[in-house]
């Protein structure tokens, strides 16, 4: 499984965009980028998955240029309930069959 | 989708004693896993659970000091052996869902005085 560099924390204000950058030199072939969100007091919850281009669902987009080394995940519009811990996952997920390795997560704090 | 219970939520533990953790699945899966986070922490896997044969453990984490049962296909325990302050964690258990989605409980935070 592939590791991850991304920020351990981010400051943002109610209204912004917010981009959370992670990277993952070492990706293979089969791998898959997926997002993870946890608030505090609760279990991880599942943002967004992406192989590569650009994958947008109701919550976010999840950017992957073509040499897939890194990712973005964009956060439309941050509310004060964005306010989280956000974790880049790299690995082939499917083949590990849910086995995940997570990284130290970026602490995203917004303020009104 | 899967919706996963926790039991107990939380809970306050002696040294030298063990507690069970209990995880309920509303729909059948071939595995699940075991996690811990520590304190200001990530997660850090401690095993994966099949139904009919032996849990299989992460480099750090051994049978005796967290044996795990998988009894049918929606259930699993994880135990917590003669417990010390640092088991002081939060223990969650997850799923996955077959596209590539994993579901987590919402957690056991367990304190160890």
């Known amino acids: 499984l592939a590791k991850t560099t991304q920020p351990i924390s981010m400051d943002s204000y109610e209204g912004q965009e917010v981009n959370i950058t992670c990277s993952h030199n070492?990706?293979?072939?089969?791998?898959?980028i997926t997002w993870y969100q946890q608030f505090p007091s609760q279990g991880p919850r599942f943002i967004i998955q992406g192989y590569k281009t650009k994958v947008t669902n109701e919550v976010a987009s999840l950017f992957i240029p073509a040499d897939r080394k890194s990712s973005t995940l964009s956060l439309p519009r941050v509310s004060l309930s964005d306010t989280a811990v956000y974790y880049c996952?790299?690995?082939?997920?499917?083949?590990?069959?849910?086995?995940?390795?997570f990284g130290q997560g970026t602490e995203l704090s917004v303020k009104p | 989708s899967a919706v996963i219970s926790q039991k107990p939520s939380r809970d306050i533990c002696q040294r030298g004693t063990s507690l069970t953790i209990q995880c309920q699945v509303d729909?059948?899966?071939?595995?699940m896993f075991w996690y811990r986070q520590q304190p200001g922490q990530s997660l850090t896997l401690i095993a994966t659970?099949?139904?009919?044969?032996?849990?299989?453990?992460e480099s750090g984490f051994v049978i005796d000091k967290f044996p795990i049962s998988r009894p049918n296909l929606t259930f699993s325990t994880l135990t917590v052996s003669n417990m010390s302050p640092e088991d002081s964690s939060i223990y969650l258990c997850s799923v996955e869902s077959g596209g590539g989605e994993a579901f987590f409980g919402q957690g056991t935070r367990l304190t160890v005085v």
């Open positions: 659970a099949n139904q009919g044969s032996e849990a299989t453990y």
């Open positions: 070492n990706i293979a072939t089969n791998d898959y």
């Open positions: 996952l790299v690995g082939d997920i499917r083949g590990q069959g849910g086995k995940l390795i």
């Open positions: 729909s059948q899966v071939t595995m």
